[in-house]
């Protein structure tokens, strides 16, 4: 529900400033069909539960195909903002990447942003299954919850061709995020006895750097009259090296006290390849 109001913020945010000049400057809006290829390291199981090794284990690319949808908008001579918001197969809007820019010249320029993706962690009560076989999981059922990914970036931009023609940027996003902070617990109950164990897991922020260079391309095709119609080409690749640090509380149902720790877990290769393409329409 918060990523819901976080993209129904930074929309009513784009209308706003649109409203607040509306004869000022150029309007894209872009819809596009793609899909997505991520890639998580993965690792051996040891003694601590390891939250990545269960990231989007059983997506694949149809799973990760995606509307988006785009609108940019000059809201000052050199200023402009870059709104795009991702529904997932899921068919709900929660995911999007915003950002503000200055153009120094031309070509080049400079902005801030903020991204938010959502990632699956799926089957890991199969952690349990293999490091403690003499127990059984009270509650058999798949677990699954989704995090959000947030980021926060500083982005140079090269226009090398920008005509009214056909417009070519290239992007470098540079900056930091961290998963959202998330909560499962799991029962076990030994085999052939009465002992009950309570595995209480929350995990915390942590945030890592990461790059993500972008590029788009726009071909007008034709105008009816003074909106212009084209085809627009997405691209984007980011890179990181991420981990989920938790907090791990293990009561016994005896009269031990629970014990809680604190478990920095292993970073892990982040990869996240995107290609989305669709029309335009400009005024």
């Not at 601590?48 to 949808?69: G, H």
């Not at 000059?74 to 529904?87: H, L, S, T």
């Not at 293999?130 to 226009?159: A, C, K, W």
């Not at 750097?209 to 080409?233: H, M």
């Amino acid at each position: 529900m918060r990523s819901l109001y976080l993209t129904a913020y930074f929309l009513a945010l784009g209308i706003h400033l649109i409203a607040q000049n509306p004869s000022n400057g150029t309007i894209d809006f872009s819809i596009t069909l793609g899909t997505a290829d991520v890639s998580v390291e993965k690792y051996l199981s040891d003694e601590n539960m390891d939250f990545l090794n269960y990231m989007n284990s059983d997506l694949d690319y149809v799973e990760l195909s995606a509307i988006k949808l785009g609108l940019s908008y000059d809201f000052y001579e050199r200023m402009y903002a870059d709104i795009n918001v991702i529904i997932m197969s899921d068919l709900v809007p929660d995911n999007y990447d915003i950002s503000v820019h200055y153009l120094f010249s031309e070509y080049l320029g400079v902005g801030l942003g903020s991204l938010y993706y959502s990632n699956y962690i799926t089957y890991f009560e199969d952690y349990h299954k293999e490091i403690h076989p003499d127990y059984i999981i009270l509650d058999g059922n798949v677990r699954q919850f989704e995090t959000y990914d947030m980021g926060f970036y500083i982005s140079p931009t090269f226009r090398p061709i920008y005509s009214d023609r056909l417009k070519v940027a290239l992007r470098c996003d540079v900056g930091f995020s961290s998963f959202m902070e998330e909560h499962s617990a799991f029962y076990l109950k030994r085999k052939l006895s009465n002992e009950i164990r309570l595995y209480d897991y929350t995990t915390v922020k942590t945030f890592e750097p990461y790059i993500n260079p972008k590029l788009n391309l726009k071909l007008t095709a034709f105008r009816l009259g003074s909106v212009s119609v084209g085809f627009v080409c997405n691209t984007n690749y980011f890179f990181s090296r991420k981990s989920m640090d938790y907090y791990r509380t293990l009561q016994i149902w005896t009269p031990d006290p629970s014990l809680e720790e604190f478990i920095n877990a292993p970073k892990h290769r982040y990869t996240r390849f995107e290609l989305d393409g669709g029309m335009f329409f400009s005024w």
